[in-house]
């Protein structure tokens, strides 16, 4: 289970927001991967993690919104082959492939 630590920073004097950080253990190649993103995007390590894990957030709503506009679409199709597809999405959308 990661470790999580909530920290406030100042600047100027000011308080901002709590920032939660999180202690995480990450696959050899994932670690590779993510350390190329940060230096392709000349970031520390710590600010790629939280960028790519923002862009696979986004990217998943998205694709839950794109079904959701997909199914609404297709809803009284009665086409076995769009209905196959339909959950062919859904299981991809849920198991995140």
């Not at 100042?10 to 990450?26: D, F």
């Not at 190329?36 to 923002?54: E, F, P």
């Amino acid at each position: 289970m990661p470790h999580l630590a909530t920290t406030t920073k100042r600047r100027s004097g000011k308080k901002t927001a709590a920032e939660s950080r999180y202690t995480v253990g990450l696959p050899q190649g994932i670690a590779r991967q993510v350390e190329r993103y940060a230096r392709t995007t000349d970031t520390n390590m710590s600010k790629a993690i939280a960028a790519l894990v923002r862009i696979g957030l986004e990217g998943q709503e998205q694709r839950k919104q794109d079904f959701f506009k997909k199914l609404k679409a297709n809803l009284d199709n009665d086409d076995p082959t769009q209905q196959d597809q339909l959950v062919d999405d859904f299981r991809n959308l849920i198991l995140g492939r």
